[in-house]
Structures are given as C-alpha cells and as structure tokens.
T-cell receptor, first 111, second 118 residues
Framework: ELKVEQNPLFLSMQEGKNYTIYCNYS?????LYWYRQDPGKSLESLFV?????AVKQEGRLMASLDTKARLSTLHITAAVHDLSATYFC???????????FGKGTRLHILP | EPEVTQTPSHQVTQMGQEVILRCVPI?????FYWYRQILGQKVEFLVS????????KSEIFDDQFSVERPDGSNFTLKIRSTKLEDSAMYFC????????????????FGAGSRLTVL
C-alpha cells in the first residue's frame, strides 16, 4: 500500500530565508503533485511532476522529483509572509485513479 | 476560470441521519473524486468515479457511503447513517481525461462542504 510521508510537518521560518520540504513515497508512481491549502480554504494545485528529474518553478517555489529515490522536494527561496500555508504532496497509487496525500507541512513565515 | 462547486458549504446533522453532499464538477472533466479532511489534518481519499462507476475506493468508503452522478452534471456523496466521526470537511474534485496533457490528471478541488454530526 502506498504511503506518502512529508517532513517536516511544521516549519516556522524567517522571511528571506530558504528552506526545503521533503516528500517520500513508498511505491513506484508516475505522478507527484504539490498542493497549497490556506486555513479554512480548499486545495490549490501548484505543480505536477511526471518524470524523473522533472523540475518546475513558480515564483519562489521550486519542485523537483527523483523517482529512483521516490523523493520530491519543494524548495522555498527567500520566503515571504504570503507563502504561509499548508503544503501537501500527493502521489498517484499504481496506475489507477487513487491519489494519496501526505500529512502536509504547515509553513509559518515570520515577518 | 472553471471551478468545482459544492453545496452545502456547511451542514449540521444529528447522528444517524442521512446526508447528501452535492458537487458540480468542471464540465469537460471525466474523473470525479471525494476526499475528506478532519480538522485541518490529512486529506483522505474516499472514492474515485469514472464512466459512471466507482473506479477505486478506500477502506473508509464502507457500505454507509455511496456516490452517484444522477443527471450528467451533479456528483453526489451520500452518507446513509451519519456517525460522530463522520464530522469533517468533504472535498469534491474533478480532473481532465487522463490523456490530456500528457496524462497529468491534475485534480481541481471545490471549496468543500463542512459536515458536523451532533
């Protein structure tokens, strides 16, 4: 059964600093997603990564995928307060339609 | 921008009552999902639906749960006899056909329906 683990689960950081969130998954998959959730809100798609070595960037966020290590990273560059949210990675299970989410990383950026 | 709409936004019910949560997916999407999230915690997969039938379901999705696409636009989740532990935010999501683009299958989520069981 696919397991998706994120770390850290909670991260408090200063504005302007860089940090990385890690997402490990237990079985082979061909799709990995990153979502953002603001408190009390829905989930917003950030990135989808489809192949080994894939890298995608949007503003201060950059996501990468290593399918051999079953690891994805979400890197935050020069954090700003607006990036405070919970970030989830999600992985497709096998070849079906089930997409499993990690527990989320709650990111709190201090001004 | 197309969006997934869910109703009601909040429902309060008594334990043992039936609840129906409604969703209108994005019109050209073919895959539909229900997830739930308890108190801002983990987002849990309940069920996926494609071609008018359940394609996958989780252990949570037991006989008390059912889904239906009654009229080609709505996608509903029914809980037959609610329990206290069913209290959660229920999210509906939909995605494009798997082949476009490059099979990305990105889920677009609705705003959620908060269910409170007393």
């Amino acid at each position: 059964e696919l397991k998706v683990e994120q770390n850290p689960l909670f991260l408090s950081m200063q504005e302007g600093k860089n940090y990385t969130i890690y997402c490990n998954y237990s079985t082979t998959s061909d799709r990995l997603y990153w979502y953002r959730q603001d408190p009390g809100k829905s989930l917003e798609s950030l990135f989808v990564l489809l192949s080994n070595g894939a890298v995608k960037q949007e503003g201060r966020l950059m996501a990468s995928l290593d399918t051999k290590a079953r690891l994805s990273t979400l890197h935050i560059t020069a954090a700003v307060h607006d990036l405070s949210a919970t970030y989830f990675c999600a992985v497709r299970s096998g070849e079906g339609d089930k997409i499993i989410f990690g527990k989320g990383t709650r990111l709190h950026i201090l001004p | 921008e197309p969006e997934v709409t869910q109703t009601p936004s909040h429902q309060v019910t008594q334990m043992g009552q039936e609840v129906i949560l409604r969703c209108v997916p994005i019109s050209n999407h073919l895959y539909f999902y229900w997830y739930r999230q308890i108190l801002g915690q983990k987002v849990e997969f309940l069920v996926s639906f494609y071609n008018n039938e359940i394609s996958e379901k989780s252990e949570i999705f037991d006989d008390q749960f059912s889904v239906e696409r009654p009229d080609g636009s709505n996608f509903t989740l029914k809980i037959r006899s609610t329990k206290l532990e069913d209290s959660a935010m229920y999210f509906c999501a939909s995605s494009e056909p798997r082949v476009a683009p490059a099979g990305a299958n990105v889920l677009t989520f609705g705003a959620g329906s908060r269910l409170t069981v007393l």
